[in-house]
Every structure is written in structure tokens, then in C-alpha cells.
């Protein structure tokens, strides 16, 4: 799978959550501009890791802030 497959399959996972309809480029943030908060983001990850079959740990989501930081570390997972 590619990055670019990657970032497809989770933008159609973030539609349900991104409620202000925010445009999402590589630097999209979570917390500042999809303004998610911590169970916010506890459920988009848990749909990451079902969708991916990967396991997202608590330290490799507090080095993720960005869109194409999870990108490029569920790209990374998937190559595992």
C-alpha cells in the first residue's frame, strides 16, 4: 500500500470527525485545527488501528501532531 492509498482510506475514517469540515493537508494539526480533543482522539485512532490492524501506541501518538506524521507512521506500520 502506498502513502497515498494511506492517507485515502484515512481521510474517508476522519469525515465522521472532522465536524467543522477543515481542509486537510500534510500539516493539519489535530488538536489546533480539527480541534480534536483527547477521546476525540482516542476514537480515531481506535478506527486507525481496525482499519489498519496496527496498534498505535500512547508514545507514538504524542510524536504525532500532524496529518502527514500519521500518514507516513501508518504507512511505516503497514511495511512492518
Known amino acids: 500500500m502506498t502513502p497515498a492509498d ?3 482510506r484515512i481521510r474517508t475514517l476522519v469525515e465522521p ?3 467543522k469540515g477543515v481542509a486537510i493537508e500534510d500539516s493539519t494539526t489535530f ?5 480534536f480533543d483527547s477521546l476525540t482522539v482516542m ?3 481506535a478506527e ?3 482499519e ?4 498505535i501506541s500512547m508514545n507514538q501518538q504524542a510524536e504525532i501532531e500532524n ?3 500519521l500518514v507516513a507512521a501508518v ?3 503497514q511495511d512492518s
Open 43 to 45: 476514537d480515531f485512532v
Open 17 to 19: 470527525f472532522n465536524k
Open 67 to 69: 496529518w502527514g506524521q
Open 75 to 77: 504507512h511505516k506500520m
Open 6 to 8: 494511506v492517507d485515502d
Open 52 to 55: 489498519f490492524d496496527v496498534i
Open 48 to 50: 486507525i488501528e481496525d
Open 31 to 35: 488538536a489546533g485545527d480539527l480541534e
